[in-house]
């Protein structure tokens, strides 16, 4: 699944913000998930991630990236959960993390 947020602080500064807040995110978008571990590594605006987790019995992984453009963030994943929750949970997070500074 593929989802953006629009954000108007720059490239450097929405990978920054988003790199610091990663962690949080994850456990956030996954509500009800116990997160066992995250991986990630930056290469020219895009982070490539692999999320290990457990949910009762289940244990699965998410992988994918994020990309951050001038005024743009683009996460492309494979996450076991309904597109709409966790785009509810991305655009909360986003709206949160790309505030501009007042």
Excluded: Y
């Excluded at 994020?66 to 492309?76: C, D, F, I, Y």
């Excluded at 994943?77 to 997070?93: G, I, Q, T, W």
């Amino acid at each position: 699944m593929r989802l953006s947020h629009a954000h108007q602080i720059g490239k450097s500064e929405a990978a920054d913000r988003i790199d610091r807040n990663f962690e949080s995110l994850v456990r956030d978008s996954l509500s009800g998930v116990t997160v066992q571990g995250v991986s990630r590594s930056w290469s020219d605006g895009q982070m490539t991630f692999s999320v290990q987790a457990r949910w009762a019995f289940l244990k699965f992984t998410v992988n994918g990236t994020v990309t951050v453009s001038e005024n743009e963030v683009a996460l492309e994943c494979n996450a076991p959960v309904s597109e709409n929750a966790l785009k509810l949970a991305f655009d909360r997070k986003m709206d949160e993390l790309l505030q501009p500074a007042t």
